[in-house]
């Protein structure tokens, strides 16, 4: 297998393409993220990582507070425009026609449209050196669209068309291809005859 080498970088993808809301709800504003992820189950901790010049950096500074909203298909257009646009210049809530939503336990706003907001208090900033500075944040609340849970209770977010980004480029999530642990469950048995039963049916020449 022939394989080209590629300067060091990091090529993790896909990755999450979420909306990272901030400020307050009478001054919001909203930065798209790519570098963000889980640090810890319980308590629950994730971080989100930005450039020192991005306009939302010192507004999470200052606050210490964010909402993690992800994105579906229908959000991609908004995404995209909040990772391009600045807060500098324009209102991007006005101008992506997206409502700025009261959160449970932060004052930052969450988005309404979003089917997942994930509100976060930031516990510690790394200042890197380099191109971003990391937000450690602890999860102190989730809101979630009623909309897409069934009869059982459970939420189905791959029916929310969910979208991640990959070099440059929105893609939608594809089908499922296993579930956690699929790989050791045991297999369900076909239901076709075993051996004993085919050497008996030739016994009786059936």
């Not at 991609?76 to 909040?82: G, Q, R």
């Not at 990772?83 to 309404?112: C, H, M, Q, Y």
């Amino acid at each position: 297998m022939s394989k080209t080498i590629w300067k060091p970088g990091t090529v993790l993808y896909p990755v999450p393409a979420v909306m990272v809301s901030c400020g307050t709800l009478e001054k919001p504003n909203i930065i798209t993220i790519a570098w963000c992820g889980t640090l810890c189950t319980s308590p629950a901790m994730t971080y989100i990582s930005v450039r020192p010049e991005r306009f939302s950096y010192d507004i999470i500074k200052q606050h210490k507070e964010f909402v993690i909203n992800l994105t579906t298909e229908a959000l991609a257009e908004a995404t995209d425009f909040c990772g391009v646009k600045s807060g500098r210049d324009i209102d991007k809530f006005k101008e992506t026609r997206l409502t700025a939503a009261k959160s449970n336990e932060v004052s930052a706003p969450s988005i309404a449209e979003s089917p997942v907001n994930i509100e976060c208090r930031v516990k510690q900033i790394i200042e890197t050196g380099g191109t971003h500075d990391i937000f450690i944040a602890e999860v102190v609340s989730v809101s979630v669209d009623d909309k897409y849970f069934d009869e059982n209770g459970k939420f189905h977010f791959d029916k929310t068309k969910p979208i991640c980004y990959s070099h440059g480029e929105y893609f939608g999530l594809g089908k499922s291809v296993g579930s956690f642990g699929y790989s050791v469950r045991k297999k369900k048995k076909s239901g076709k005859p075993g051996k004993s039963v085919n050497k008996a049916n030739k016994k009786r020449k059936v």
